[in-house]
C-alpha cells in the first residue's frame, strides 16, 4: 500500500519553510512590541467549549469539527479556532487581567480544500482579554494592519461593522427572520437549517442562489442599541487618528456566535472569492458563557496559509535568510575525523556549518557545497594535514587562502561573523 498524505493536509518541504519562519518571526516582533505575550494551548479540547462558545448553528460546529471519543468515552475536538481554547486557558490558569495573549500554530477544520484552504490550516492570533475601551477595538487592526504592511502587502481592505449585542441582536434575528420567510424556498440546505437556529449565520453563505438575498437583507445597523452604536464611533474615530482607512460593510458578521459589537476583516483583492486573510472582533460575552465572571475582550486571527498566498501573488519577495556560512570538504580518512571535530566547534561559534559524512570526490563536495548556498568551503586533506594548513574557498569569488589549522575557527569566525 502507498501510504499518502491526508487530504487537505500538506507538508511544508525545506525549501518553502523558510518563509513561514520569515513571517512567524515578524509576527512575533511585532506583537511583542504592542505588549502581547506568546501562549500556547493544546491541540485538542473537550468538545462543548467550542460548541457553547462558537454556536450550534455555525458551519464550524455543524459541519467541520474534527470530533472524536478518547477511551473512556469522552467527547474530544480537534481546535478548529483559537480565541476559546485561550479564553479556558485565560480562566483555569487565573491569568491576570488585563492580558493581552498570543498564539500561532495549526487548527483543524473538516472544509472542502481549495487555493489557500486546507483542513489542517495555520493562523497567527491575538487576544486583549479585560478593556472595554474601543481603544482596544482599534489597537488590535492597527497591529494586524502593522504586520501585513511589515510584510509588504498593499492591496489591503478593511471592512467594519457593528455586530449588535445581546440586547439588540434578537430584534435584528427577527427582522431576519421575517426578510427570509417568504425567499425560505429558494435558500440551500445550509441556510435553510440556519434560519431555524440562527438567521444571522444566513449571512456566512456563499452560494451565489443565497447571496442575490442576502444583498438585500435588511443592515443590523438600522438595529443597534446606543451602546453598539457608540462603539463603532469610537473605535472609526481611534481609527482616523490612526490614519488606517476603513470600509463599513453593513452585512458584515463574523462566523462564530461570540461576536458583539465590533466586527471586521482584513481582505485582499489578489485571492479572489476567499479574499479574507484576517478577521476579528469583540466578544465581551465570551467568558461568562464559558463560566467566568463578566469581562470585555476583543482578537483577532490571521489565515498564515492566505497570507503567503497573497504575498505570492502580490509579488512580494520575502527577505529569507538562505544557504549556510561553512562547508567542510574532507578528502581520506584522517582529514575526515579532524573535519568532524572541526565542524562541532565552528558550530558552537554560532554558524550555519555543514560537512562531508561520506567519503566523495572534492568535485562532488564542492557541487554540494554550491547546492547548499555555502559562502565558503574549507577544503582539508592529508596534504593539508600534514602541512598543518587548510584551504579556504570564498564561492563567491572563487578566491582561496590557506589558513593554519590552529587558526580555522577565529579565521573564519571574524570573516562569515
Do not use: H
Amino acid at each position: 500500500m502507498k501510504v499518502r498524505k491526508v487530504r487537505g493536509t500538506r507538508d511544508i518541504l525545506p525549501d518553502k519553510i523558510r518563509k513561514w519562519q520569515y513571517i512567524e518571526k515578524i509576527a512575533r516582533e511585532i506583537l511583542e512590541n504592542f505588549g502581547f505575550q506568546e501562549i500556547r494551548t493544546p491541540l485538542f479540547e473537550e468538545t462543548p467549549l467550542f460548541s457553547r462558545s462558537i454556536g450550534e448553528a455555525t458551519d464550524i460546529v455543524a459541519k467541520e469539527m474534527y470530533t472524536f471519543k478518547d477511551r473512556k468515552g469522552r467527547s474530544l475536538t480537534l481546535r478548529p479556532e483559537g480565541t476559546a481554547p485561550i479564553v479556558r486557558a485565560y480562566l483555569e490558569n487565573r491569568l491576570p487581567t488585563p492580558a493581552k495573549l498570543y498564539y500561532l500554530g495549526p487548527f483543524y477544520r473538516y472544509e472542502r480544500p481549495q487555493a489557500g484552504r486546507y483542513r489542517e490550516f495555520y493562523q497567527i492570533g491575538a487576544e486583549t482579554i479585560g478593556s472595554d475601551s474601543p481603544a482596544s477595538d482599534a489597537e488590535i487592526i492597527s497591529l494586524t494592519m502593522t504586520l501585513l504592511k511589515k510584510l509588504g502587502l498593499k492591496d489591503l481592505i478593511l471592512q467594519l461593522n457593528g455586530a449588535g449585542c445581546r440586547k439588540c441582536q434578537p430584534d435584528y434575528k427577527e427582522a431576519l427572520k421575517n426578510y427570509f420567510r417568504k425567499k425560505l424556498n429558494s435558500l440551500c440546505d445550509d441556510c435553510k437549517r440556519r434560519y431555524r437556529k440562527n438567521p444571522l449565520r444566513i449571512l456566512d453563505c456563499k452560494s451565489k442562489g443565497c447571496q442575490k438575498y442576502i444583498a438585500q437583507a435588511p443592515a443590523i445597523s438600522n438595529y443597534l442599541c446606543e451602546k453598539c452604536k457608540a462603539t463603532l464611533e469610537e473605535v472609526k474615530k481611534y481609527l482616523d487618528i490612526l490614519k488606517i482607512e476603513y470600509t463599513i460593510n453593513p452585512r458584515l458578521v463574523r462566523g462564530l456566535d461570540y461576536y458583539t459589537r465590533t466586527a471586521f476583516e482584513i481582505t485582499s483583492r489578489e485571492l479572489g472569492a476567499q479574499n479574507a486573510i484576517a478577521a476579528g472582533g469583540r466578544y465581551d460575552d465570551l467568558i461568562e458563557d464559558l463560566g467566568g465572571p463578566s469581562t470585555p475582550a476583543v482578537g483577532v486571527a490571521l489565515g498564515t496559509d492566505r497570507l503567503i498566498l497573497a504575498l505570492e501573488r502580490e509579488g512580494v519577495r520575502l527577505p529569507v535568510e538562505e544557504g549556510i556560512d561553512v562547508y567542510l570538504a574532507s578528502l581520506g580518512t584522517r582529514a575526515s575525523k579532524k573535519g568532524f571535530a572541526l565542524v562541532q566547534r565552528l558550530r558552537e561559534k554560532n554558524l550555519k556549518v555543514e560537512g562531508s559524512l561520506s567519503s566523495k570526490s572534492l568535485k562532488s563536495q564542492l557541487r554540494l557545497a554550491n547546492k547548499l548556498g555555502a559562502r565558503y568551503v574549507l577544503i582539508l586533506g592529508e596534504e593539508e594535514l600534514t602541512k598543518k594548513k587548510a584551504i579556504l574557498k570564498e564561492m563567491a569569488t572563487g578566491k582561496q587562502k590557506k589558513i593554519l589549522l590552529n587558526k580555522i575557527v577565529e579565521e573564519i569566525s571574524r570573516k562569515v561573523g
